[in-house]
C-alpha cells in the first residue's frame, strides 16, 4: 500500500501562482510515476501532468507552459508548480501514484485550490 498526502492548495487571485507538494509513503517500488489530476465541480477528473522516476514528464495541452510537475526521489515527493491561474482552474487536485510494474495505482486526498478575486 502506498499513502499519498497532498499540501499546498488555497485561494489565491486571478494570475497568480501556488505550488502543490504530494509525500508518498508506504511500499514504494523504484520504478512509478507520480502524477497530479483535478476535478472541477461537476465535471470529470481530468489528467494534468506526470513524472517518472527516471524523470520522464508528461503534460496535458490544457497546462502545458503554465504548470510545471517536478519531483525529489530521495523525498519521494511530487510538486506541481502552477503559474498565471484563473477561475477555471479552481478545482480539488489529487496527487496519483502508479507502480510501474505491477499497474496497482493510488489517489490522494486532494486539496482544494480555489482562484477568485
Known amino acids: 500500500q502506498v499513502q499519498l498526502v497532498e499540501s499546498g492548495g488555497g485561494l489565491v487571485q486571478p494570475g497568480g501562482s501556488l505550488r502543490l507538494s504530494c509525500v508518498a509513503s508506504?511500499?514504494?517500488?523504484?520504478?512509478?510515476?507520480m502524477g497530479w489530476y483535478r476535478q472541477a465541480s461537476g465535471k470529470e477528473r481530468e489528467f494534468l501532468a506526470e513524472?517518472?522516476?527516471?524523470?520522464?514528464?508528461n503534460y496535458a495541452d490544457s497546462v502545458k507552459g503554465r504548470f510545471t510537475i517536478s519531483r525529489d526521489n530521495a523525498k519521494i515527493t511530487v510538486y506541481l508548480h502552477m503559474i498565471s491561474l484563473q477561475p477555471e482552474d479552481t478545482a480539488v487536485y489529487y496527487c496519483h501514484f502508479r507502480e510501474v510494474l505491477t499497474g496497482n495505482h493510488y489517489w490522494g486526498q486532494g486539496t482544494q485550490v480555489t482562484v477568485s478575486s
Open positions: 508506504g511500499r514504494i517500488f523504484s520504478s512509478n510515476v
Open positions: 513524472i517518472y522516476s527516471g524523470g520522464t514528464t
